[in-house]
């Protein structure tokens, strides 16, 4: 996520290495880097100008601080500029309304579709809510298709009509449909086409002034650049919308609608899609997002994930197995599960301060954990439980089991055995919920 646009600020702060002071001439030339690397990103030259202007005079007007080195105040200053022009604050969802009406509005190949089922189920898992999703594309029977699909997935209703070309008839039959059955938020998904064009633009309206949602959300793929701010600008004349959602952030994304589109459309950004499963949304935060692109990580973003999945009742009987030296290779088990469920080991890494430096290049696969996985589950019950049993034939028997080398069964041998150590020192401190997380991360490397 915006690998390149860091690297280039990364580069441009370098300039004021080794200053002892804010200067004019240090200041302009750090800013005409920060502003070559915007508009690489794909951010809108007049929106790049004034943001360099801004942290120019504020710079300028900082020169006598003297307990930051110039290159930290510049980030400093960048991170607050960067944050305000995304946003400033988190903004919720307007759940308001007896059902809450939500209309998803994009252009087709947005993931308008998918990411309907990924805020039903966000609704469902994190605000408990009971929410409907209605099929009003019309022209694409797949996309009817797709939503049952996904509603499937995610164990949530799904309305439609195929024998109905109207959406507007569409929409107030689903809602109708919510209210008797007990739903109390209606996702709308509407048709999507190529290109904005008018028909597009008044089927939509037509829609939004009959049903009258409390939340009218764009959904935009964030890889289209600047097109997606220009497409989020006619889409908000027709429709006002109440904000916007990034998906596809998980891509090589320049990251120019990400960070210019709040200024054009002067509409917050509510949630980004950082992958394909359906657990992979986020709230925005402009200031997390800020620090990731500055390199600081997202540590708060990365322990709250690993809160929801932390299970109290789990890491009791954890300890008191770290306590017996009891705690097996099922128990590794379901540490690897836990942090899979947090989302992709890219983003979660890119969450670590320093680490997407540290990792430049390097293609973490989601499937990392898998050759693990199949070592484990080559082994008898009565080794993972015991895994002082294992001895030369053993091994032999469960790398060939599970097509891995045997220097590789090792080789998780030996971490396993240093994180279990590791786990049983720690365990009267009070890190343990991070360090069951990030130990079974650590340990599940062969």
Not at 9 to 19: I, M, P, Q
Not at 22 to 36: H, M, P, S
Request: with cysteine.
């Amino acid at each position: 996520m915006f690998n390149n646009l860091s690297e280039k600020l990364d580069k441009a702060f370098h300039v004021l290495k080794g200053h002892g002071q804010i200067t004019e001439i240090n200041v302009a030339e750090t800013l005409k880097e920060v502003r070559r690397a915007l508009l690489d990103a794909d951010v809108n030259f007049k929106i790049a100008k004034e943001f360099t202007n801004k942290v120019k005079e504020k710079a300028l007007g900082q020169n006598v601080l003297t307990s930051l080195q110039p290159g930290q105040l510049m980030v400093k200053l960048v991170k607050d500029e960067l944050t305000e022009l995304m946003g400033g604050d988190a903004e919720g969802i307007n759940l308001s309304g007896t059902p809450s009406i939500i209309l998803m509005s994009g252009l087709q190949g947005s993931g308008k579709t998918t990411f309907s089922g990924k805020l039903a189920n966000y609704l469902k898992t994190k605000k408990t809510k009971k929410p409907l999703l209605v099929a009003c594309d019309v022209y694409r029977p797949a996309a009817i298709d797709q939503l049952h699909v996904v509603g499937d997935q995610i164990g949530v209703d799904v309305f439609s009509d195929r024998g109905n070309t109207d959406p507007v008839a569409i929409a107030e039959a689903g809602i109708a449909y919510a209210k008797a059955n007990g739903h109390n938020v209606v996702i709308i998904d509407t048709a999507g086409r190529l290109a904005v064009d008018e028909e597009m633009m008044n089927e939509i309206a037509n829609v939004h002034k009959a049903i009258k949602p409390q939340e009218t959300l764009f959904v935009v793929d964030s890889m289209t650049g600047q097109d997606a701010v220009n497409t989020a600008k006619a889409f908000n004349d027709v429709l006002n919308f109440d904000g916007v959602i990034l998906t596809k952030l998980d891509g090589d994304t320049r990251g120019g609608a990400a960070i210019s589109i709040k200024s054009v459309v002067t509409k917050p950004i509510k949630f980004i899609g950082t992958g394909e499963k359906m657990d992979a949304i986020d709230v925005f935060h402009p200031s997390r997002m800020a620090e990731r692109i500055l390199g600081m990580g997202d540590v708060v973003s990365l322990v709250e994930r690993a809160q929801e999945q932390f299970d109290e009742e789990e890491a009791r009987k954890i300890q008191k197995k770290i306590a017996k030296n009891k705690f097996g290779f099922d128990d590794f088990l379901k540490q690897i599960q836990q942090i899979k469920k947090m989302g992709s080991l890219k983003d979660l890494m890119g969450m670590i301060p320093g680490a997407g430096k540290a990792l430049k290049g390097m293609d973490i696969d989601d499937d990392a954990f898998k050759h693990v996985e199949a070592i484990i589950h080559s082994m008898t019950p009565a080794e993972r439980e015991t895994p002082t049993l294992l001895n030369a034939s053993r091994k032999k028997r469960i790398a060939s089991g599970s097509g891995r080398s045997v220097q590789e069964v090792n080789q998780l041998l030996k971490q396993f055995d240093q994180m279990s150590k590791m786990m049983k020192m720690m365990q009267g401190g009070g890190g343990k919920k991070m360090m069951q997380m990030m130990g079974g991360l650590n340990g599940g490397r062969p």
